[in-house]
């Protein structure tokens, strides 16, 4: 059984920075592609960054260009997003999301909040 368990959510003031963690289980994490989404209040889910097998290669929304970095580290099964400089507007649940061998898994997510 897959699952996906975010942490690293909270309370931040503006400017202050946090580290998301998602430990996969139950699945090939090297051969997975990962992403992390988040959802603001009363809005849809927008991707937030994106990695692939090796950690190579990743990708930005502009939002989130220059201030978060996505990571993963294929021993301890677990990726990462690394948010600096957040703002008020960053406040949303963030989800990790896998794609592997053609199946799609989602975390529950975590709740990060930016105060101004």
């Known amino acids: 059984q897959v699952q996906l368990v975010e942490s690293g959510g909270g309370w931040v003031q503006s400017g202050g920075s946090l580290r998301l963690s998602c430990a996969a289980s139950g699945l090939s994490f090297s051969e997975a592609v990962m992403s992390w989404y988040r959802q603001a209040p009363g809005q849809e889910r927008e991707m937030v960054a994106h990695i692939g097998f090796t950690g190579d290669a990743t990708s930005y929304e502009p939002f989130a260009q220059g201030r978060f970095t996505i990571s993963r580290d294929n021993i301890k099964n677990t990726f990462y997003l690394r948010m600096t400089d957040l703002k008020p507007e960053d406040t949303a649940v963030y989800f990790c999301?896998?794609?592997?061998?053609?199946?799609?898994?989602w975390g529950k997510g975590t709740l990060v909040a930016v105060s101004s």
């Open positions: 999301r896998v794609l592997a061998l053609g199946s799609n898994y």
